[in-house]
């Protein structure tokens, strides 16, 4: 009963709050975007001051009443400083790199704060998840683990910074909305089938220095191995030159949504996930053919890993056109 008590007070708290905060990125706070109220260990504190106080006045002890004074006065000074660390705090903004769906999404919180002001023991949370801000010349950031178990964009809960410094007595914390959503890529299929044959007559090759066959020659530079030079081309030029390997990657792979019919719904966004990540891992040039959207290559390389991966994360759902 405490604890429901507890969550529904907690819920009722959130949502008066949510009617007072910012929703958008950067987020500066000021004394009235920050909220102070003591700790258990505060509270404690508070309740044996009190026991004291009234102690010394019942005893007419002017000794225990000039301590219990001073004490109340260092504990409205430690809720004071703890107001102090987040004022002018500004959290400027957030990011993560998209991950697949089940691997945990490293959100990055930045902030700054003007110089001439120690802040120390902040935290970040973020739902469940939390992390240290510490501020290094007025700026720095914090690392949040955030769990991801589907694909599409995943919208952090908001953000709650807080400090117990100085003594723990108080916390003080603020809140600020993250209203950049995250990409999570679909999760590629374990165990995937190798992927399709090339199609075309073009062959592709890259350089590479352990391949195989001579693409070119080229001017020598300083860290060329002794054995990639070409004496007799250097002997003919006066110069000396080092020749450049290729590794043939065979032909471009097409990757389609229709030859997958077999599969369900996601399986097949998994399926081309996988294959995705392989044709990367091998160097190969892939095409991708979704239906009611443009074909995406030929193409390789992060930029058109991520434009492919998107487009499937973000593809509709099977049943009703939404995830």
């Known amino acids: 009963m405490p604890g429901r008590l507890q969550q529904r007070l907690r819920a009722r708290f959130d949502a008066w709050v949510r009617r007072r905060t910012p929703r958008s990125l950067p987020v500066r706070f000021d004394r009235h975007r920050i909220y102070v109220l003591p700790t258990r260990f505060g509270a404690f504190f508070a309740i044996l001051l009190l026991t004291m106080g009234v102690g010394a006045l019942n005893y007419n002890n002017n000794p225990a009443l000039l301590l219990c004074l001073l004490l109340a006065g260092a504990a409205v000074a430690s809720l004071l400083h703890a107001q102090l660390q987040l004022t002018g705090l500004e959290i400027h903004a957030i990011g993560a790199e998209p991950v697949a769906a089940g691997t945990p999404l490293q959100l990055r919180v930045h902030a700054r704060a003007p110089a001439g002001r120690a802040r120390r023991g902040l935290r970040v949370d973020c739902g469940a ?71 075309g007559d073009g062959q592709h090759s890259r350089l590479d220095p352990a391949g195989d066959d001579v693409h070119h020659l080229r001017d020598w530079r300083r860290g060329d191995s002794r054995r990639a030079v070409a004496w007799k081309a250097s002997a003919r030029r006066d110069a000396l030159l080092v020749r450049e390997f290729e590794q043939p990657l065979g032909a471009d792979v097409l990757l389609e949504w229709s030859a997958l019919s077999a599969l369900a719904h996601e399986d097949r966004i998994r399926r081309l996930a996988g294959w995705i990540d392989a044709a990367e891992r091998e160097a190969r040039r892939y095409s991708l053919l979704l239906p009611d959207h443009a074909a995406l290559g030929p193409g390789t390389g992060p930029a058109h890993r991520h434009a492919c991966l998107r487009v499937l994360a973000l593809m509709p759902g099977e049943a009703d056109g939404t995830r």
């Open 129 to 199: 998840a939390s992390g240290v801000l510490s501020l290094d010349g007025g700026a720095g950031e914090a690392v949040l683990s955030l769990p991801t178990s589907r694909r599409g964009w995943l919208a952090p809960e908001r953000l709650r910074i807080s400090t117990t410094r100085p003594l723990g007595l108080a916390r003080a914390w603020a809140y600020a909305w993250a209203e950049m959503p995250l990409l999570v890529y679909p999760a590629p299929e374990a165990g995937s089938p190798p992927l399709p044959q090339g199609r």
